[in-house]
Nanobody, 123 residues
Framework: QVQLVESGGGVVQAGGSLRLSCAASGRSFSGYAMGWFRQAPGKVREFVSAISWSGTGTYYADSVKGRFTISRDNTKNTVYLQMNSLNPEDTAVYYC????????????????WGQGTQVTVSS
């Protein structure tokens, strides 16, 4: 499996932006599809975005489409989530995940997880 470490979370005002990073180590990063999930207090963890191993396929939850952009740099073993026009409903712990079995929106299909990074959006 691949080891994942997220960074870039913090506190931002509504309308602001943050960029999350997820650094991978271990097995070949380019063989993994990568994804971002989030979990708000009292809610289940939900899919946010994913990117194919080549970077040519990207997927977004309806709630973030047009505001968030996922990208990856296979030379740096890193995946990014650029988050713009943030609102308080985006407040959550954001998790990076990896899978070799294809992109699915269910967290059950993702085999490796980071520890999470907190994003707080104030109104």
């Amino acid at each position: 499996q691949v080891q994942l470490v997220e960074s870039g979370g913090g506190v931002v005002q509504a309308g602001g932006s943050l960029r999350l990073s997820c650094a991978a180590s271990g097995r070949s990063f380019s063989g993994y599809a990568m994804g971002w999930f989030r979990q708000a207090p009292g809610k289940v963890r939900e899919f946010v975005s994913a990117i194919s191993w080549s970077g040519t396929g990207t997927y977004y939850a309806d709630s973030v489409k047009g505001r968030f952009t996922i990208s990856r740099d296979n030379t740096k073993n890193t995946v990014y989530l650029q988050m713009n026009s943030l609102n308080p409903e985006d407040t959550a712990v954001y998790y990076c995940a990896a899978t070799t079995t294809g992109i699915r929106y269910s967290e059950l299909h993702w085999s490796s997880w980071g520890q999470g990074t907190q994003v707080t959006v104030s109104s």
